[in-house]
């Protein structure tokens, strides 16, 4: 940490390593102190947690397997405390079953690592998380400006009930600096959020022009369905950061050109959860509605979805929107284990059904809107031919 409690930049962090393994210890410093990168190890979970109290690090690697307390207990504990529950938990471990990871995750790891592992992972994992928290920072940072505006407004409003009579222009004046200040931090808000879907799109190359058009997707449905202006005004750039989750799925799994194992698709699914973690909890209505989107977006009418299962309007209808939206441009695009469908062919899939997709899938609502403005979709993704 800096002196001002900003996180340091990514390769300037300092990191703790915690393996009870000698050889591992040396391994993983090796790699990250050549990136830079200041590196503190520990041989046990007790060691790493009496490291923690001593000084805070930027980011932990964890194994899991350890002889007094394994990771998964240290990270618990890690997350329990206030201090140490924001720093960023790589799981490092040579447990690979679907269910190892999602207890990691359930933990309040960030990513989990398999062993052996590769430098070049190790490094683009640790440099992703480091960013991401870097930018959470800076969303924490300008929520604190915002409520200091809010409360220095308030007092001014205060005493303006004593004075009024004789200061009608410096409420003005007021007035004035503060819609400039909230206009500066909406413009800082939506940098973040470019940001953070950039950071999605580096993961994979296939997504770029995809949240693009989900964006303009979702929007145009939400015009046809009437949405309040408020509303309009957040869901293109909110349906914009659906798949930011996707940070945190191993690359093995997120870039694999084949069709994907069960056990594959259940840590694909994780996504949605994990997208809801990063962007969840901020007084933010863009990011509130971003997180909303992120968790929802595979949920169908039917019950069919994931991650929870819901039906109906138990379903965000953002969720909703989103989710027809990413269907139908899924169907439109390749990829590694389908071909891209005509326009034509994608709208009779989504009415119609083909045995996967169900007409039940989709919100009634929001089906019989695109309906109406389909032929708006095919514009869309001609715009990016």
């Known amino acids: 940490m800096t002196n001002d409690g900003s996180t340091d930049t990514p390769h300037t962090a300092q990191i703790l390593i915690v393996d009870d393994t000698p050889a591992n210890l040396r391994l993983l410093a090796e790699i990250l102190s050549t990136q830079g990168y200041r590196v503190r190890p520990a041989s046990s979970g007790r060691l790493a ?7 805070l690090p930027d980011m932990i690697l964890l194994d899991v397997t350890m002889p007094d307390i394994d990771g998964y207990e240290v990270c618990a504990e890690l997350k329990s405390n206030f201090d140490s529950r924001d720093i960023p938990v790589i799981f490092i471990s040579a447990l690979n079953d679907t269910s190892d990871k999602i207890r990691g995750f ?58 009024k009579e004789h200061l009608e222009d410096v409420v ?26 950039s950071a999605a799109e580096f993961r994979d ?10 964006g303009l997707f979702a929007h145009r449905l939400s015009e046809q369905l009437g949405l309040p202006e408020d509303l309009l005004s957040r ?44 962007l969840k909890g901020s007084p933010h209505a863009l990011l509130q509605l971003a997180a909303e989107i992120a968790v929802s977006h595979h949920e169908r009418w039917d019950g069919s979805g994931y991650p929870y299962g819901l039906t109906g309007t138990d379903i965000p209808l953002a ?55 389909k032929d708006d979709f095919a514009a869309i993704c001609g715009s990016f031919a």
């Open 49 to 55: 947690l009496k490291s923690v109290a001593a000084e």
């Open 106 to 163: 359930d933990a309040g790891g960030v990513d989990y690592i398999t062993k052996p592992f590769q430098a070049e992972e190790v490094l683009a994992r640790v440099n992703t998380h480091l960013t991401l928290r870097s930018l959470q920072k800076k969303i924490e940072l300008q929520n604190h400006q915002l409520h200091q505006e809010i409360l220095d407004r308030t007092r001014f409003e205060a005493e303006l009930k004593m004075h």
């Open 172 to 197: 003005k004046e007021r007035t004035a600096e503060l819609n400039i200040a909230m206009s500066k931090l909406k413009n800082m808000s939506m940098e973040i959020v470019e940001k953070l879907t």
């Open 205 to 214: 190359e296939d997504t770029g022009e995809h949240i693009i058009r989900i």
């Open 235 to 278: 869901i293109s750039p909110a349906a914009s950061m659906h798949d930011v989750g996707k940070l945190g799925i191993p690359d093995s799994i997120l870039l694999k050109p084949g069709k994907l194992t069960e056990k594959e698709f259940e840590v694909i699914k994780q996504h949605t959860l994990i997208g809801e973690k990063i």
């Open 319 to 373: 969720g909703r929107i989103v989710m027809l939206a990413d269907q139908y441009d899924a169907l439109r695009n390749s990829r590694a284990y389908k071909p891209a469908f005509s326009h034509e062919q994608t709208c009779d899939i989504i009415i119609n059904g083909d045995g996967r997709t169900k007409p039940e899938h989709f919100d009634p609502s929001v089906l019989a809107a695109f309906k109406e403005i």
